[in-house]
DNA sequence: GTGGATGACTCAGAAAGCTGGTT
DNA sequence: AAACCAGCTTTCTGAGTCATCCA
């Protein structure tokens, strides 16, 4: 790697219109002064350590796939073990039936007779219909809220927390400086004097930008009217200096938000103790909810079951007084979910048109609800759809998992939107919850889910140039701590051996989260599932190996398990020792004196704007950017993409990204050590026939005709194995035979010629595949003589036999290869890691230099998410 | 200055949906 | 050539982080 500037286009902080002039990466310098591999950072050593075998063998022999994978692993150093089945603590849910999605096609089954009616009606239109079309949502909603809450039925639709302070009727007030305005009056007074004081301070700052692209001066700044469709000129915002990002816009309009449509009873009954019982729509729509999901792991989770039974038996108490139903195991919901099930086909099969259809009632709704107008131009929000109601499905032991999302109503809703703009009309019969004009927010709506009483936001997409641009400001500020995460390092380590407990647990802790790329870890309630991250790790999260190995296994974000066997610093092995002294046991903290809020106080004084999770996006990206170092680059395009999505995977590794297996993937491996066996056993043939016309080639290939000459060889092929596969393949020529004569039949008949008789088929059958049977009957291979790969016909034959070998140990390789890499992305998930640490520059850049396109590292919405650094790479 | 509550935003894996290659 | 399916992309919404406010 001679072009030591170009290779770093991620990781170096500069300015981006600096760019041109990248200085060299400054932890570089200090590898003259510092001993042994002390400028690697942290992350990068343990992820060689951990997988150094086949990352940097410097030979291009491919990797012997399988076989290196399990056997070898018992003479490794630990640390260089792969982590053990990584499995998952939580149970996969089954592919899940969606409350929306079969009312949408309930709505659709009921609604096919009459829809002939509308379709002159053009389809904007019909979208936005929905709203007042619905019956029942013009009379005052009905429904009761969630039953978890036994307590919050009387004003249910006010969140607790938030009753105080929505009660009041005056017409405007200041909430947390913000400006508010009651639904109704989109503007007042106060808010104009608040918004035009942070207008005009933000205009300013943006018409420093100059740079700003055509499509700006075209209208009117103050205007916030939806109505221009600019396709023309894109706006660059990273072509602007922007001071001042406190200041989300300065004008903001939007259409508000879709609801999802309203539950559509099916009337089938519940069984319970055997016996029918037919259920009060509001108790049917929730034992829906419950009945969609029968086959999914959530519904044999025990908190699950419980949760859900308690919500539903406190409404049909609410809408069915005197029911019977009190003990779940009595309940059968089979009823309800073969009526799912059978929507669910229905919705399968649906014609092309009908499909159709529905994407364009989509399409329509998204052009309407999915873009906002931001400052004057067309950006496109991330989430417009309302969230439906259904139960929740919290993730590991959470201990409200199964409980009643409540449908979530305008009344619950709150607008943010410009003062200047049209504020868009509640469903008719109803009211937004509140109209606010607050720009130092990015939100367009918001409300607060019922279960745990969360925010839930409507704001812009990825795309948009708001989301952009922190992106950004996270991807410099990691090129930032590129800078001083040397000194950084440096005083941590000191620390280690700090006097005092809690500096010396903020540095172990630092220590950790920058080695292993651990998440802060914030305190968390009880009322949410037990994972913690590296400030809330406990005595039992981490054992001890002396002489310095430590051994974590707990839950991170999501019940993701973690477990990593790491060697570490020997002062930190110590400190970790401390840390667990006795009297200190199981279920306390390892850090007890430190916090979150401590630690980050702590990096704010090290470099502005530092924080723990900056250590996680800079360890990512520049893990990446060391990984590529390792692309072939004489390689093939196929090569180079190999090698990125290798380096992608260790980015994946460090930042302990999983997924779970999927259902087929025992199946598809077989299937595919299958297809090499297959192919193996084709080459053996053809080179049995080679041997007999040319004896020397057996001498110079002695692996093709031995079961033990490992991956090379033939190993895995086996007598009972080869006669099954012939087998296998005289019966598919047979069908393939037989069919063809039916197929040729039927087009004589139709050309009124005289159909071919069964004698023809057998004769057929006869050449091609009867001799065979009648061998394989008796358990014997057909000799080689008679699977003549390659017609004798087209010149010399041992010439087209030894190429058809070599094409064959091709297809075997690539075949191989193809195993070894879907193995190791068994449990890895690429696409968070893509999505959210690597920094943009650092993938654009390498497509450049090794000529590979950017399509094939971005997909259509990452290059889109990522337009900024696409442009700033480009020049 | 500490610690808890609040609020807004980023990050996360599952599931749905789509696509393109195979049979 | 329709049906299938595996892998990839997009959508969905739950689960984190962290700044700020306030007592």
């Known amino acids: 790697m001679s072009s030591s500037d170009s290779d770093d286009p991620g990781l170096t902080t500069i300015t981006v219109k600096q760019l041109q002039t990248v200085p060299r990466p400054r932890f570089t310098q200090a590898s003259d002064s510092d001993s042994d591999d002390e400028d690697q950072p942290l992350a990068q050593k343990i992820l060689q350590k951990r997988k150094a075998a086949p990352i940097l063998a410097p030979a291009k022999q491919p990797p012997s796939a399988l076989a290196s994978d399990s056997d070898s692993e018992d003479d490794k150093p630990l640390a260089q073990r792969s982590r053990p089945q990584p499995s998952k603590a939580v149970p996969k849910p089954l592919p899940a039936r969606r409350a929306s999605t079969t009312a949408a096609v309930a709505a659709i089954v009921a609604a096919t007779s009459d829809s002939d009616s509308d379709d002159d009606v053009p389809l904007a239109q019909k979208v936005k219909a929905p709203p007042t079309k619905r019956p029942a949502q013009a009379t005052a909603p009905k429904r009761k809220p969630a039953a978890h809450n036994d307590s919050s039925d009387s004003d249910s639709d006010v969140p607790l927390a938030k009753k105080v302070k929505s009660n009041s009727n005056t017409p405007a007030k200041k909430e947390n400086g913000r400006v508010v305005s009651t639904p109704g009056k989109s503007t007042t007074t106060t808010s104009k004097a608040k918004i035009t004081a942070s207008t005009s301070k933000a205009t300013a700052t943006k018409t420093n930008g100059k740079v700003k692209v055509k499509a700006e001066s075209k209208k009117s700044p103050g205007s916030d009217e939806m109505d221009e469709e600019e396709e023309g000129e894109e706006y660059k915002w990273w072509l602007e200096q922007n001071a001042n990002d406190t200041i989300k816009w300065t004008t903001l309009a939007h259409n508000g938000v879709y609801f999802p449509p309203e539950y559509v009873p099916h009337k089938i009954p519940l069984v319970y103790d055997n016996k029918e019982i037919a259920l009060h729509p509001e108790a049917e729509e929730i034992a829906s909810y419950y009945a969609q999901m029968l086959e999914t792991d959530h519904a044999k989770n025990p908190t699950f079951v419980r949760n859900f039974f308690k919500d539903f038996r406190a409404i049909l108490n609410r809408v069915q007084p005197g029911h019977p139903i009190t003990d779940f195991d009595k309940c059968n919901f089979t009823r309800m979910y073969d009526h799912f099930e059978k929507l669910r086909e229905i919705k399968r099969n649906m014609s092309k048109e009908d499909k159709q259809k529905l994407k364009d009632e989509k399409d329509a709704i998204k052009s309407i609800y999915g873009f906002a107008t931001l400052d004057g131009r067309k950006e496109n929000l991330g989430n417009y759809n309302i969230e439906p109601p259904g139960l929740f499905r919290g993730r590991g032991d959470h201990p409200r998992t199964g409980c009643y999302k409540r449908r979530v109503r305008p009344e619950d809703i709150t607008i943010n939107i410009g003062p200047k703009a049209k504020v868009p009309p509640p469903p008719p019969g109803h009211r937004w919850k509140n109209v606010i004009h607050d720009n130092k927010v990015g939100w367009l709506a918001m409300w607060r889910e019922n279960v745990n009483d969360q925010f839930k936001y409507v704001q812009f997409g990825a795309t948009s140039s708001l989301k952009g641009q922190s992106d950004l400001k996270k991807f410099e500020k990691a090129r930032n701590l590129k800078g001083c995460v040397d000194t950084i390092r440096r005083d941590y380590m000191a620390e280690l051996r700090d006097k005092s407990m809690a500096i010396r647990?903020?540095?172990?802790?630092?220590?950790?989260?920058?080695?292993?790329?651990?998440?802060?870890?914030?305190?968390?309630?009880?009322?949410?599932?037990?994972?913690?991250?590296?400030?809330?790790?406990?005595?039992?999260?981490?054992?001890?190996q002396p002489p310095n190995i430590l051994v974590f296994d707990f839950l991170g974000k999501d019940s993701v398990r973690y477990y990593n066997a790491v060697p570490v610093d020997d002062q930190v092995f110590k400190n970790i020792r401390i840390f667990k002294k006795p009297p200190k046991t199981e279920g306390e903290e390892l850090f007890d004196r430190l916090t979150t809020t401590g630690l980050n106080n702590h990096l704010k004084s090290l470099m502005p704007g530092l924080s723990a999770k900056v250590f996680r996006t800079y360890n990512a990206s520049h893990t990446l950017q060391e990984e590529l170092k390792n692309t072939p680059a004489n390689g093939t395009i196929q090569e180079k993409i190999l090698a990125y999505n290798r380096a992608n995977r260790r980015v994946a590794e460090l930042c302990n990204h999983q997924r779970a297996v999927g259902k087929a993937f025992g199946t598809q491996m077989e299937k595919l050590q299958d297809r090499i066996r297959a192919l193996k056993y084709q080459r053996q043939r053809m080179a049995l026939q080679?041997?007999?016309?040319?004896?020397?080639?057996?001498?110079?290939?002695?692996?093709?005709?031995?079961?033990?000459?490992?991956?090379?060889?033939?190993?895995?092929?086996?007598?009972?194995?080869?006669?099954?596969?012939?087998?296998?393949?005289?019966?598919?020529?047979?069908?393939?035979?037989?069919?063809?004569?039916?197929?040729?039949?039927?087009?004589?008949?139709?050309?009124?010629?005289?159909?071919?008789?069964?004698?023809?088929?057998?004769?057929?059958?006869?050449?091609?595949?009867?001799?065979?049977?009648?061998l394989l009957a008796k358990d014997k291979l057909p000799s080689v003589k008679e699977f003549p790969p390659l017609s004798e016909r087209s010149g010399n034959l041992t010439e087209r036999l030894a190429s058809g070998i070599d094409k064959i140990t091709d297809r075997i390789k690539n075949t191989l290869l193809q195993i070894e890499d879907k193995d190791e992305n068994k449990t890895i998930a690429l696409g968070t890691s893509k999505l959210n640490y690597n920094d943009p520059r650092i993938t654009i850049a390498w497509s450049k230099k090794h000529g590979v396109p950017i399509e094939k590292s971005f997909t259509r919405t990452l290059r889109d998410k990522f337009k900024w650094a696409m442009d700033v790479v480009a020049k």
């Open 690 to 774: 080679l041997a007999a016309l040319d004896p020397k080639y057996k001498r110079k290939h002695p692996a093709f005709y031995t079961t033990e000459g490992g991956e090379e060889g033939e190993a895995n092929l086996s007598p009972e194995w080869n006669l099954a596969h012939e087998r296998d393949l005289t019966a598919k020529e047979r069908v393939r035979i037989e069919a063809k004569f039916e197929k040729d039949n039927a087009e004589r008949k139709a050309r009124k010629e005289k159909p071919l008789g069964k004698a023809d088929l057998q004769a057929k059958l006869n050449e091609a595949v009867t001799r065979k049977e009648k």
């Open 505 to 544: 647990q903020r540095a172990t802790a630092l220590y950790l989260i920058d080695k292993l790329a651990l998440r802060a870890g914030n305190e968390k309630g009880e009322d949410e599932a037990d994972t913690v991250g590296c400030c809330s790790l406990r005595y039992e999260h981490v054992t001890l």
